[in-house]
Nanobody, 115 residues
Framework: HVQLVESGGGSVQAGGSLRLSCAVS????????MGWFRQAPEKEREGVAT???????SYADFVKGRFRISQDNAKNTLYLQMNSLKPEDTAVYFC??????????WGQGTQVTVS
């Protein structure tokens, strides 16, 4: 069955970096549109970055130039490299397959705290 498991979250000071990972099982990550979303306390969930099956990437304006989405097909894993982190990046980050489809698959989330 489809499973997405995020890891790599944690606490970091402003200006620091983290790399989130999303280990995928049950399908081949490169065959689907994948994305990272986040949700901060008392805020709506928002898209951060996506990568489609052709490898084309897209970023929210608030992370452009700081975050990079990528995938390792051999490891069947999705990544989000986050640099120059800001306190407003504090949120739970979710990995998702087919984020814009009626049926999508979400991981359980990983907490990122920037102070």
């Amino acid at each position: 069955h489809v499973q997405l498991v995020e890891s790599g979250g944690g606490s970091v000071q402003a200006g620091g970096s983290l790399r989130l990972s999303c280990a995928v099982s049950g399908y081949t990550v490169s065959m689907y549109c994948m994305g990272w979303f986040r949700q901060a306390p008392e805020k709506e969930r928002e898209g951060v970055a996506t990568i489609d099956s052709d490898g084309r990437t897209s970023y929210a304006d608030f992370v452009k130039g700081r975050f990079r989405i990528s995938q390792d097909n051999a490891k069947n894993t999705l990544y989000l490299q986050m640099n120059s982190l800001k306190p407003e990046d504090t949120a739970v980050y979710f990995c998702v397959r087919d984020p814009f489809q009626v049926v999508s698959y979400w991981g359980q989330g990983t907490q990122v705290t920037v102070s």
